[in-house]
């Protein structure tokens, strides 16, 4: 993943983001994420860890899209405190659909890196 800074990504690139930090904040998550689909819509998803099950916040977002009958991504998003995206987390990018945009933000909401999944 590289450097990049937020004014650099795209506006669309961006309310994914937004939506992000705001799943994370709604239930104070450890993670929080968004994608957006070939169609255009998006969708959010939060790190859970239960005692009989854990999902990260990447794989529930993509689980989602995948639920509500995506069958392309365009762009992912991860707000963190971790220095870089779980490779388990790429790879169910990769599983929908491969060299799209990743991001790493951080909880303040600047954009860590960027990558393609």
Request: hydrophobic content about 45%; proline content about 3%.
């Amino acid at each position: 993943m590289s450097d990049v800074t937020l004014e650099s990504v795209s506006a669309e690139d961006r309310k994914l983001l937004t939506m992000a930090r705001s799943a994370r904040a709604r239930i104070g998550a450890i993670e929080g994420a968004a994608v957006r689909d070939g169609d255009g819509r998006t969708y959010t998803g939060v790190s859970i860890n239960l005692p009989s099950f854990s999902v990260s916040a990447l794989r529930l977002a993509v689980a989602s899209a995948v639920a509500a009958g995506a069958s392309t991504l365009e762009a992912a998003l991860v707000v963190t405190e971790a220095s870089k995206v779980d490779g388990q987390d790429l790879a169910a990018v990769r599983d929908v659909t491969t060299g799209i945009p990743v991001y790493l933000a951080t909880p303040d909401g600047s954009i860590a890196a960027a990558g393609t999944a």
